[in-house]
T-cell receptor, first 114, second 114 residues
């Protein structure tokens, strides 16, 4: 069974500082990988996705993520955080075959200090 | 373009009652998925429907059921509500049911069971 671990429940960074959110997954092969963001009271918005090819993927709002097969990781990064980035971030994996469903991590809440 | 729309946005029920949640996918999208998000956790997969057929079911009891209509809208039904069913129920649509493509999420229906 696939699983996703986001080790950091809560992260606080200063505005303008760099950000890295960690994501580790467990899956028998290479899954599809996603990062979603959720603002309070809102649904989920896709930031970026990895299907194949270049292991460094660019997303919206200046975010990027790197797929590292050897470490089973898909960490999210942003070079300079804005106050509007404060939200909950979810990493998710999807199987390439079989049941078409995403497995989400428990999320990382990002707080941005002025 | 109109995004995924869900109704109602908020509702309160008591234990033992039944609830029906509704979802309209993005125009042209034929696949609808339902997820349950308990406070402080990531979304958990409940169902996926594609072309009115169930394509996947998560680890939820038979009290949970769903269906998809010819216009691709969907309903999620939960019978004999328990306190633990209190959650944000998210609907997501995608245009292609056969692959883990990008999911577009609605803002959810927040269910409170008293």
């Amino acid at each position: 069974a696939q699983s996703v671990t986001q080790p950091d429940i809560h992260i606080t960074v200063s505005e303008g500082a760099s950000l890295e959110l960690r994501c580790n997954y467990s899956y028998g092969a290479t899954p599809y990988l996603f990062w979603y963001v959720q603002s309070p009271g809102q649904g989920l918005q896709l930031l970026l996705k990895y299907f194949s090819g270049d292991t460094l993927v660019q997303g919206i709002k200046g975010f990027e993520a790197e797929f590292k097969r050897s470490q089973s990781s898909f960490n999210l990064r942003k070079p300079s955080v804005h106050w509007s980035d404060a939200a909950e971030y979810f990493c998710a994996v999807g199987a390439r075959t079989g049941r078409r469903a995403l497995t989400f991590g428990s999320g990382t809440r990002l707080q941005v200090q002025p | 373009d109109t995004g995924v729309t869900q109704s109602p946005t908020h509702l309160i029920k008591t234990r033992g009652q039944q609830v029906t949640l509704r979802c309209s996918p993005i125009s042209g999208h034929k696949s609808v998925s339902w997820y349950q998000q308990v406070l402080g956790q990531g979304p958990q997969f409940i169902f996926q429907y594609y072309e009115k057929e169930e394509r996947g079911r998560g680890n939820f009891p038979d009290r949970f059921s769903a269906r998809q209509f010819p216009n691709y809208s969907s309903e999620l039904n939960v019978n004999a509500l328990l306190l633990g069913d209190s959650a944000l129920y998210l609907c997501a649509s995608s245009w292609q049911g056969g692959d883990t493509g990008e999911l577009f999420f609605g803002e959810g229906s927040r269910l409170t069971v008293l």
